[in-house]
């Protein structure tokens, strides 16, 4: 199913509340299990919590479904994602007790290139990110107190620090990571037992999946976001950042 998100809930707190809240459970969580980081977040926020996925696979939706069935789980629609990437949208919306909320840029990809000129990503790429995933996201959030995603501490250094409960000072939210403290291997296990459902990319040497125009393969020895923004210096598209 695919609908704006819910956003009811539990009630609204201030945002002193929701960071003092954040940093507590940041303490107390860090060595729970991601169900039980889930359950958490599911009692303290109920329905003003969201999973958000790239659909580079479905593991936090999963994991979250658990806890809260019918969780919105929040879809960021570039305009330049691989087929492959929308289609493991759609299978999730189909077959999980999800509700997919998906967000899309205010300018479609022909405005914005009418606006800054075509190919925005390879000569900007942080202005492209800022229009097409950091603007809706913000938007897109405003209904929620506390987002869930699916960082990973191994997945590179900038995300090494990542709480598996922390505060965004930027969005005034709480972030749970609650799968922060797994490695490849612990996802590997996860999706074997439960089936849950990946991008098809991940087989075909993509060991990370964002936008078309900026995503390569990697090499075996590789960072496994290395195929993301590769020979620009960039890492990340500012949404954890």
């Not at 060595?31 to 926020?45: C, H, I």
């Not at 969201?50 to 960021?76: K, N, Q, R």
Request: glycine fraction near 10%; aromatic fraction near 6%.
């Amino acid at each position: 199913m695919s609908s704006t998100g819910s956003g009811t809930g539990t009630g609204r707190r201030s945002a002193e509340e929701l960071e003092a809240l954040a940093l507590r459970a940041g303490r107390d969580l860090e060595e729970a299990s991601p169900q039980e980081v889930l359950r958490w977040a599911a009692g303290t926020f109920g329905r003003r919590l969201c999973v958000t996925s790239s659909m580079e696979d479905a593991v936090v939706a999963h994991l979250a479904s658990t806890a809260l069935p019918g969780i919105d789980v929040v879809f960021l629609d570039t305009g330049y994602h691989f087929p492959e990437t929308i289609g493991t949208r759609d299978a999730v919306a189909a077959v999980m007790p999800v509700n997919v909320v998906t967000l899309t840029p205010r300018r479609t990809v022909a405005e914005q290139d009418a606006e800054h000129g075509p190919r925005l990503h390879d000569r900007d790429p942080d202005l492209c990110c800022a229009l097409r995933k950091v603007e809706p996201l913000e938007r897109g959030l405003a209904a929620y107190d506390a987002w869930a995603t699916g960082l990973r501490r191994d997945e590179s250094p900038t995300r090494a620090g990542t709480p598996v409960v922390g505060w965004d000072p930027k969005r005034r939210k709480v972030k749970v990571a609650p799968i922060a403290r797994w490695t490849q291997d612990d996802v590997d296990a996860y999706v074997a037992e439960h089936g849950v459902l990946l991008n098809p990319l991940l087989w075909d040497g993509y060991s990370s999946v964002g936008c078309a125009p900026c995503t390569r393969r990697t090499a075996d020895g590789e960072d496994a976001r290395a195929g993301r923004w590769a020979g620009t210096g960039k890492t990340e598209c500012g949404l954890h950042t």
